[in-house]
């Protein structure tokens, strides 16, 4: 069964950093783009930033300069270095994979179960 498991969110400062780690497991047989939502209470979920399997990287305009999207193909993970980290930085982020599972031919979109991001001080 496939799983998309986020770690390292938390509470920080403005100004401040963290970086976020999304790995991928369970059956996998290609991952495609990978990336990063997130949903900020009472608002509805929005791309923060996208990377593709060659490396070519998107941003939505808001976090661009601050954050930062990486990839290691081999340990199938994704992450998210996030600086100068503002308050409406917060919400949960969610990690996003187009994955292709064993024995099929077709990418399918998988998520991970939301971690949680609070910047305030």
């Known amino acids: 069964q496939v799983r998309l498991v986020e770690s390292g969110g938390g509470l920080v400062q403005p100004g401040g950093s963290l970086r976020l780690s999304c790995a991928a497991s369970?059956?996998?047989?290609?991952?495609?783009?990978m990336g990063w939502y997130r949903q900020a209470p009472g608002k509805q979920r929005e791309l923060v930033t996208t990377?593709?399997?060659?490396?070519?990287?998107n941003y939505a305009d808001s976090v661009k300069g601050r954050f930062t999207i990486s990839r290691d193909n081999a340990k199938r993970t994704v992450f998210l270095q996030m600086n100068s980290l503002k308050p409406e930085d917060t919400g949960v982020y969610y990690c996003?994979?187009?994955?292709?599972?064993?024995?099929?031919?077709?990418?399918?979109?998988?998520w991970g179960q939301g971690t949680q991001v609070t910047v305030s001080s």
């Open positions: 996003n994979a187009a994955i292709q599972r064993l024995s099929f031919m077709t990418y399918y979109p998988y």
């Open positions: 990377i593709t399997s060659g490396g070519t990287t």
């Open positions: 369970g059956g996998i047989s290609s991952i495609k783009d």
